[in-house]
């Protein structure tokens, strides 16, 4: 029996695939469970436009992803913490720290990618991850509070 899934079964499919099933399992285990439908014509025309609109969409964001990128390479951050006479923070700035201040510069798809706090004063790259790969880099400075 053909079936439409509407979720990811291990072992069986991807969600919006269609699949071939043995007919006790589709009657019994995946349409009573809504885990899939029977593939009709609609169901299966259904299919394929939610995929196409996901296609659509996930085009739409990796373009978002690839101009926000670009765009980190003018975007500087700004940070203040206590430090010392040898330039050493009493705090550091995590990746969190800057993946909160991208979301607030507007950089809404973008991770930072820090392998360690920062812990010292002056300019540091940050590499950030995007969506499929895409890596931008962004230039944060930690100044000391006055």
Known sequence: MKVVLLSTIRGVGQKGQLK?????????????????????????????????????????ALVAANAEATWLKELTLRFTRRA??????????????????LHAAGI??????????????????????FIEGTIGTVTIT???EE
């Open 20 to 60: 071939d099933v043995h007919d006790g399992y589709a009657r019994n285990f995946l349409v009573p469970r809504g885990l899939a439908v029977i593939a009709t014509q609609a169901a299966q025309a259904s299919v394929a436009s939610d995929a196409a609109r996901r296609e659509c969409e996930h085009a739409a």
């Open 84 to 101: 010392n006479e040898q330039g050493e923070t009493f705090g550091s700035v995590s990746g969190a720290d800057v993946t909160v201040a």
């Open 108 to 129: 809404k798809h973008g991770e930072a990618m820090l392998d360690h706090s920062l812990k010292r004063l002056g300019a540091h790259s940050v590499p950030v991850r």
């Open 142 to 144: 930690i100044e000391p």
